[in-house]
């Protein structure tokens, strides 16, 4: 069956770093766009970063351009959400999905907490 695993959230201070992952499985994941989503509590669920297929494109929301950096490994089916001078506004669950215009195909993962405190 599908799967998407997210992992690497946890507790980091303010202007530290962590690295996410998701590893897919259970579809052809070089078929699909992936995209990094958030969301903070009481809030809603907004993209952070997105990919294309074969890692040539990218794409990021305002509030984290030049900090975070999204790329894919196809042979490993995995994605990646580097993050960078973390704040504490960047608290949030974050969520790997999968989706595919062509078949109207979309997948989520159940996500990773990220905190950002002193």
């Known amino acids: 069956q599908v799967q998407l695993v997210e992992s690497g959230g946890g507790l980091v201070q303010p202007g530290g770093s962590l690295r996410l992952s998701c590893a897919a499985s259970?579809?052809?994941?070089?078929?699909?766009?992936m995209r990094w989503y958030r969301q903070a509590a009481g809030k809603a669920r907004d993209v952070v970063a997105v990919v294309s297929s074969t890692g040539g494109s990218t794409s990021y929301a305002d509030s984290v351009k030049g900090r975070f950096t999204i790329s894919r490994d196809n042979a490993k089916d995995t994605v990646y959400l580097q993050m960078n001078s973390l704040k504490p506004d960047d608290t949030a669950v974050y969520f790997c999905?999968?989706?595919?215009?062509?078949?109207?195909?979309?997948?989520w993962g159940q996500g990773t907490q990220v905190t950002v405190s002193s």
């Open positions: 259970g579809f052809t994941f070089s078929s699909y766009g």
């Open positions: 999905n999968a989706f595919r215009f062509e078949t109207r195909s979309s997948y």
